[in-house]
């Protein structure tokens, strides 16, 4: 299984900090929804925490099984292995592409998962979490065969959407059952299915509710929407659910009592994929198989897990109680979902072709330009709007207007009036006045990015940053050093090494957000980005600019060919 391992040291010291990122269908390649809604998020805090020397492990998958696999691979007449061989590639080729950091990215079709599945199987059945019950499940009669719950379409019974699923309604999010739904149809046929008697493995969530309910109302800090919504759901009452269908694509069981053609079912075994993941990694990459214990059994460790709305319960309420029944494995720290990105006033949605896809954009886009739009307008607390034009406005008005053109000013006079050499003036501290002051303000700022960072208040963090670029900006239009240049040269010689120093500072702040870009800037400041704190440029460094860090855009360069 190909990986991407991109952290420079397997083993590295600090809080062990899981970052856990939602596992896409392997059925076609992301839209801006889904990097806006999870990867590009954990990504940021991801590197943030790098940064301040956490030991952070970062890990996701292709979700292989997935009805949505099964759907796609029926509608092409091929297999659903097929289906996933083509877009897991595509996956780790746009992570590479957008600089998105994974430890591992890995796949539920390793025969590691299949193991790490069917021991907390075994745990939890053990444990008297898990039962056999006898249950009715929609049978399409012209196909002739039974139908996983994304198979099943009909009418939401909560807010009455037409082409809700069997196991979700995409409109408002609710977790649903297929007999719940309303005037039920086959996607197989369209017939309307039939309930048939079968056996099946339940989850008895009905068990572990009080445990539940009393963890989640203890959590601090966690975003309003994410919290209110995971109490009520349980408040609500749990139901047992079963975790098996009649398949044959899926995790076998570790048992055959309840005869053949049984597979353990997605939702249930896709979660463990976080738990999984961070056992793969550490027996093939950290070449340590127990290294994995440090983010889940360790006390101090934390654990941030990275999901869109609709993920919601599967993260606060299901695994968690998964995780309660097994025993000794570390709960959720924070699960800091966002809400939707809408395009047009529709949610992005890769089913229903709601948006461009990430390839699209980055034929166009330089990979920091669409992290920065994309940051920007992070669905944190509610749903956000975005458009091509938004994008490219965000990018010429703001990232380049502001931070591009800040750099490049001051990097073109230093190599037009000090032959590209950082003058050698005094440090800011002694030179007193605006030039300390501004310094005292990068420092803060800096600091006050990281308190937003730590809080995965990630577009106010980003909106921080972007305020001491302002702030830089404002100081150079007060000295104006392209001016005193001709009349004072060590006042304008001053003026553009406090720059350069300023610079080295908000770069530190924009790394997590803007890898590429700052990474580049780094390598011409001489400054290490690995470390959270603003490093002094050394007088008398020779800084070769190779030109600007971003590429201005024709408004009309997202615009579709007519």
């Keep these: 299984m190909v990986v ?3 952290t420079e040291s ?6 062990p900090t899981l970052v856990a ?34 030991r952070v492990l970062m890990v996701s998958g292709s979700d292989a099984h997935g009805t949505p696999i099964t759907v796609r691979a029926d509608e092409e007449g091929i297999s659903p292995q097929e289906v996933v061989d083509r877009y897991h590639p595509i996956f780790l080729k746009i992570w590479e ?22 021991d907390v199987f075994t745990r939890l059945r053990e444990a008297g979490y898990i039962s056999v019950q006898e249950t009715t499940q929609f049978y399409d009669p012209q196909a002739g065969r039974f139908l996983p719950d994304r198979y099943v379409l009909g009418t939401c019974p909560f807010c009455g959407y037409s082409d809700a699923r069997g196991d979700q309604c995409e409109n408002c999010g609710r977790t649903l059952d297929p007999d719940q739904l309303l005037a039920p149809r086959s996607r197989f046929t369209g017939a309307t299915p039939e309930q048939r008697e079968t056996a099946h493995f339940f989850l ?33 009452g749990l139901h047992d659910r079963a975790i098996t269908r009649d398949l044959d694509w899926g995790v076998p069981l570790p048992t055959d009592e309840l005869g053949p053609g049984k597979r353990i079912y997605v939702w249930f075994e896709a979660v463990i994929g976080y738990l999984s993941a961070s056992k793969e990694w550490a027996a093939n990459i950290a070449g340590d198989p127990e290294a994995w214990r440090a983010w889940w059994e360790n006390p101090d460790a934390a654990a941030y897990y990275f999901v869109g709305k609709d993920n919601i319960p599967f993260h606060t309420v299901i695994w968690p109680a998964m995780l309660l029944g097994y025993g000794g494995l570390n709960l959720p720290t924070d699960v800091p979902a966002n809400q939707y990105v809408t395009f047009g006033g529709a949610k992005a949605s890769k089913s229903a072709g709601v948006g461009r896809s990430v390839p699209e954009y980055l034929e166009v886009l330089q990979p920091d330009a669409l992290r920065y739009a994309l940051a920007t307008v992070l669905p944190e607390q509610n749903d956000t709007e975005i458009s091509d034009a938004d994008i490219i406005r965000r990018i010429n008005d703001e990232l380049i207007a502001n931070w591009g053109n800040l750099v490049n000013r001051v990097m073109a006079q230093i190599n037009k009036f000090f032959d590209g050499v950082l003058p050698d003036v005094p440090a800011p501290a002694e030179l ?13 700022g ?51 090494a406090t720059s350069v120093q300023a610079i080295a500072g908000i770069a530190v702040a924009l790394a997590p957000f803007l890898p590429f870009s700052t990474e ?19 007088a008398g460094r020779r800084l070769e600019w190779p030109g600007a860090l971003f590429t201005k855009l024709d408004p009309k360069a997202l615009d579709l060919p007519s």
């Design 4 to 6: 991407t391992a991109q």
């Design 10 to 15: 397997p083993l590295p010291s600090g809080r």
């Design 21 to 54: 990122v939602a596992w896409p269908y392997a059925n076609g390649a992301p839209h801006l929804g889904h990097i806006a809604g999870a990867y590009l998020p954990a990504d940021i805090f991801a590197r943030y925490q790098r940064m301040v020397g956490s």
């Design 97 to 118: 592409q957008l600089g998105i950091s994974f430890d591992l990215f890995t796949s539920t079709r390793t025969d590691n998962h299949t193991r790490v599945t069917q």
């Design 204 to 236: 008895r969530l009905s068990a572990l509710s009080d445990q539940l309910l009393a963890w989640l109302e203890n959590r601090r800090g966690w975003r309003r929407h994410v919290i209110n919504w995971s109490v009520q759901f349980v408040k609500d």
């Design 432 to 444: 007193g006045g605006a030039h300390a002051e501004l310094l005292e303000k990068v420092d803060a």
């Design 446 to 496: 800096l600091a006050r990015v990281a308190d937003l960072l730590g809080k995965v208040e990630l577009r106010a963090a980003l909106r921080a940053a972007m305020e001491i670029s302002s702030e830089v900006n404002q100081y150079l239009y007060r000295e104006e050093p392209w001016k005193t240049v001709k009349v004072d040269r060590d006042a304008a010689a001053a003026s553009l």
């Design 520 to 538: 580049r800037l780094a390598a011409v400041l001489g400054v290490d980005l690995g470390v959270w704190r603003r490093q002094q440029v050394p």
